[in-house]
DNA sequence: TTGATAGGCAAGTGTGCACTTGCCTATTGT
DNA sequence: ACAATAGGCAAGTGCACACTTGCCTATCAA
């Protein structure tokens, strides 16, 4: 469960995947792949920045949805709170209520 | 440098140091060793948690001191932050002031 | 229908890394 | 001094995973 999602933080290229997500929501796989290619100087394959994708989506970090031909791409960082909640530091809040 | 932090995380024995470190500080490697054997049923050699511990100081995870021939070792939790500042959700406040 | 676009499935390869084993150094107690 | 304890260094092994290649399906435009 809460395996999946570091596994999926373990990658560079994953976590640059949710940089451009965060950036611009709903990206196609073909627009991830060429801003992968042009912004960041990645050449990686289709296929490898798909399994990427499917990596995020396990882990709960990109949600997905179909539209005809094209599948679009959300990010959904809610999962990484667990991390802080699971380790608090002291200005971090640990479980519930940021700003009551 | 984060790099260092994910890498840190990734692996799931790492992250049950972490919560030993969070619930008892200023363990010893040896006492670390015993009690990842006795609560948690990992039997792991010496060697290896002495490595886990290595890359979690590498991440800035774990902080430790000298004492004779004793080595203390402390949790420091925050590094996380920048988790949750570089993906903010609705939530969690993003860079800078948790509770002014 | 044909061709082009967007995506998926499956098998193969190479490398990073978790883990062990064996030996070595330093501090403490008797 | 010696033995016991706490830890470190270095080389070897095996597996997980990032990435590629090749082929297949589905939707859209002409």
């Excluded at 989506?57 to 990109?62: D, K, T, W």
């Amino acid at each position: 469960m809460a395996d999946d999602l570091f596994k999926a933080l373990a990658d560079p290229t994953r976590r640059t995947i949710l940089d451009e997500l965060a950036e611009k929501s709903g990206q196609t796989l073909f627009e991830i792949c060429a801003r992968l290619s042009m912004k960041h100087r990645l050449d990686i394959s289709r296929q490898g920045v798909s399994q990427h994708l499917a990596v995020l989506e396990a882990a709960g970090l990109v949600e997905t949805r179909r539209e005809g031909r094209y599948k679009f791409h959300d990010l959904n960082a809610a999962p990484l709170r667990q991390i802080t909640e699971r380790w608090p530091t002291p200005d971090t809040p640990g479980p519930e209520e940021p700003t009551p």
